[in-house]
């Protein structure tokens, strides 16, 4: 079964708006990661939070983790049609610390 | 610097037949593993390595083989094709245990008729 599950499964917003996705998952964890995938190619990885964080920012992108609730956020600010992707959390833990898991992702759509 | 390449992107099969869908990186990665992608399902781990001559189950081995004899080569054989095995497979590499950064192939596209 998936550690991971993303809410909401899917997200429209305004260029310029902020877009924020949700994951929580099962059991737990070393590291929680965050990926992209654009339409049939592969994922690329966004940014990686350890279990013993609680933020972590990169670029436009801010991820929070809290591991009493078992879910962490990923904040997109001043979205772009170019963020147009789906996105995925991923976590270890589950079966094993070498078995990473993926979400069923959220699919964003930023209209311009 | 190619990454993680995947060979064929497209596939075509008959239920019966058996193929393998091959995996290579150059970025000395120890970790190895193999996903496939279906619709309203995200990305299930079929199998995974930690090294050469190491090789495990993931959540979805059935149907599938892997071997690992070199650091660079992770190849995926299907021996009996099913069209539940129609799906896009994704290979991906990690620098050590697989606790890091995943890098990803561009993926295969399966079809069993």
């Known amino acids: 079964s998936q550690q991971g599950e993303e809410d909401p499964q899917a997200l429209s917003i305004q260029e310029g708006e902020n877009a924020t996705m949700n994951c929580s998952y099962k059991?737990?964890?070393?590291?929680l990661q965050w990926y992209r995938q654009n339409s049939g190619r592969g994922l690329v990885h966004l940014i990686l939070?350890?279990?013993?964080?609680r933020e972590k920012h990169s670029g436009r992108l801010r991820v929070t983790l809290d591991t009493s609730k078992k879910s962490s956020s990923l904040l997109i600010t001043a979205s772009r049609a170019a963020d147009t992707a789906s996105y995925f959390c991923a976590t270890d833990g589950a079966g094993g610390y070498q078995k990473v898991t993926f979400g069923i992702g959220t699919k964003l759509q930023v209209i311009p | 610097n190619a990454g993680v390449t995947q060979t064929p992107k497209f596939q075509v099969l008959k239920t019966g037949q058996s193929m393998t869908l091959q995996c290579a990186q150059d970025?000395?990665?120890?970790?190895m593993s193999w996903y496939r992608q279906d619709p309203g399902m995200g990305l299930r781990l079929i199998h995974y390595s930690v090294g050469a001559g190491i090789t495990d189950q993931g959540e979805v081995p059935n149907g599938y083989n892997v071997s690992r004899s070199t650091t660079e080569d992770f190849p995926l054989r299907l021996l009996s094709a099913a069209p539940s095995q129609t799906s896009v497979y994704f290979c991906?590499?990690?620098f050590g245990s697989g606790l890091g950064e995943l890098f990803f192939g561009e993926g295969s596209r399966l079809t069993v008729l």
């Open positions: 991906a590499s990690s």
């Open positions: 939070i350890r279990s013993n964080e």
């Open positions: 970025m000395n990665h120890e970790y």
């Open positions: 059991t737990s964890i070393n590291n």
